[in-house]
DNA sequence: TAGTGGTCTAGACCACGGA
DNA sequence: CCGTGGTCTAGACCACTAC
C-alpha cells in the first residue's frame, strides 16, 4: 500500500506541542510578547493543562521561553554568551569583570568543595558571595571559597564585613602568584539562595562552573559559579566570535 | 517567644521530599542500587505520584538518579568527568580520541549552523555524524558539519559511504592549516535522533557543545555535540586534576 | 506476563504580581 | 482584588524490560 505508515511510534503529546510551539514562536511571535495563558493554551490544544505544561518547561528549558509566576509567559531573547575564559590564568576580582562581591563570612566547607581544596573538613576557610551581572540582570552566582591558610595576610585584621571584607580577601589572593587553574562545567540545580540571588525560583536548572586556582603546587582557591542555564551560553572563545553580542532578535522561517 | 517561627515560607513538598531523598542516597544506598519502585516510595512518603516524580526528576538532573522505563530507578555513580580541552587547536579526528565517526551524509544545513559558518542557508555541506564513547557507554553525539568548500579535494570522489566517507572528510579537514577555534557551551534537550544514539528518551538534558574551527580566515567546520548532562562533567583542564578520573565511589556524611 | 517508569487527565488550592 | 503560573491529588492507560 502506497500509505506511509506512520504512527509505529507514536509521538507523546506534550512533544508534539513542543514542536507545534516552538514553530509559532519562530513565525508568530516577536521577543518578548506574552503568550495566552495556560489554562488557555491547553484549552485551545485540546490537552490537560498538566500536558502543556509539560511541553512549556521543555521550551523553557530551552531558553525559548520565560515564565514567571503572577505574569505570565513570554518569549525569550536568544541566550546571552557569557565569556568564562576571560580570565584565563587569573586571579577573580582582578581586571575590568562584571563580578559584584556582596558578602564574606567565615564557614567551614561543603565536604566536596574541601575535596578539591584538598583540605580537611573542619579547616576554617573565607567564603565571598559574588554576583555576575550584564545589562542590570543577573547572571551568575558564585561562592568562591578561600581557604584560611592562602591568605595568612588577613589573620591579624577583621575589622571589615560584608562587601569590604570581600573586597580585603580577593585582594590579599591577588597578591599569590597564581600556577593554573582548572574548569569544569555541569549542570544543577539552584538551591535556595542562589535562586534568589538569580531571580528564579528553587530547583531552577543552572550551569555550575567550578574553578580551582593553584598556586605554589596547592589548591589556594575554590570558585563554584552557577550560571542561569535558560539564558546564559557560556562562551571559551579564544577568537572573540561568539562573545558576548546579543545577536540578531528575530527570525523568521523562509 | 522562643518558638523559631518557620512556615513563613512554607517549602513545597516536592522540594522536601528531594531533601530526604538526598541524603537517604547518601547515606542508605550503594552506587547501583535500585530503588523502591515510584507508587510505593509515593505511599511511603504520602504523597501523589506525580509529585514524588517531580522529586526523582530533581534528583535525575542533578545526577544523583537514573531512571529507566521497565526496569526502575537506580542510584548513578557521580558524574564523569569529559575532557573537552584536549582537541585545543587541534582539528576533529585527530589524536587519540574516543569519538567514533558513524556517518557522513550531504545536506544543506539548518538557519543555525549556516549563520555559525557564514555562509548560505543552501550550501552543500558534508555533516559528519560520531559518538563519543568512554568504558562502553555513550557520552556525547556531534554532528560536525564542513562545507563542501573547506574540503575541495573531495568534490571528484564520492564513492566511499558512511563511516569510510566520514573519515575521509575528516582526513581532508586536517589538512587544511588550523587557524583557532571557538567554544561554547549551552543547555539543550536531546532530538530523537540523538537521544537514541545517547540510550536516552527524548528531551533528555543535554549540554550543547558548540566548536568553530578558524582556517584561512574563514570558519572552516562547526561542531555541534551534545553531552549526556546526567552522567558528564565538561573540564577545561589545563592543570590534569579534574580529568576523566572516577573518583570515589561511595561517601557518607561524617 | 508481571512490573517498571512514562504519559495523560480533570480537577483543586496556593503564592505571587500588578492594578 | 483578580489573573498568572506553581503545586498537588487520585486516578487511568501506555510502552518498555525482563523473566
Redesign the pocket.
Known amino acids: 500500500m502506497g500509505t506511509t505508515q506512520l504512527d509505529t511510534?507514536?509521538e507523546?503529546?506534550?512533544?508534539h506541542l513542543k514542536t507545534v510551539l516552538a514553530e509559532a514562536l519562530d513565525s508568530e511571535f516577536a521577543v518578548g510578547e506574552i503568550?495566552p495563558?495556560?489554562?488557555e493554551l491547553a484549552a485551545r490544544f485540546?490537552?490537560?493543562?498538566?500536558?502543556l505544561?509539560?511541553a512549556l518547561e521543555q521550551l523553557e528549558l530551552e531558553g525559548r521561553l520565560q515564565?514567571?509566576?503572577?505574569?505570565?509567559?513570554t518569549v525569550a531573547p536568544p541566550r546571552m554568551g557569557v565569556d568564562v575564559s576571560s580570565s584565563e590564568t587569573a586571579w577573580p576580582g582582578t581586571g575590568p569583570e562584571s563580578w559584584q562581591p556582596t558578602e564574606c563570612t567565615a564557614a567551614a566547607p561543603p565536604a566536596a568543595v574541601a575535596r578539591l581544596l584538598e583540605i580537611g573538613p573542619d579547616a576554617q576557610t573565607h567564603v565571598v558571595r559574588r554576583v555576575r551581572t550584564s545589562h542590570g540582570q543577573s547572571l551568575a552566582a558564585e561562592l568562591l571559597h578561600v581557604p584560611a591558610a592562602s591568605v595568612p595576610g588577613l589573620t591579624g585584621i577583621d575589622a571589615p564585613s560584608g562587601p569590604a571584607l570581600a573586597r580585603t580577601v580577593l585582594r590579599e589572593l591577588a597578591r599569590l602568584p597564581l600556577d593554573g587553574q582548572d574548569r569544569s562545567v555541569e549542570l544543577g540545580s539552584a538551591g535556595a539562595v542562589d535562586a534568589k540571588e538569580l531571580d528564579r525560583?528553587p530547583?531552577a536548572p543552572v550551569l555550575v562552573v567550578t574553578t580551582r586556582y593553584f598556586s605554589g603546587g596547592r589548591t589556594a582557591a575554590v570558585s563554584l559559579a552557577t550560571y542561569r542555564a535558560d539564558t546564559c551560553r557560556l562562551t571559551f572563545g579564544a577568537h572573540g566570535g561568539l562573545e558576548i553580542r546579543h545577536e540578531e532578535e528575530q527570525r523568521r522561517v523562509s
Open positions: 511510534v507514536p507523546p503529546k506534550y512533544w503568550l495563558n495556560e489554562r485540546g490537552v490537560a493543562r498538566a500536558t505544561r509539560q515564565r514567571r509566576r503572577g505574569v505570565g509567559t525560583l530547583g
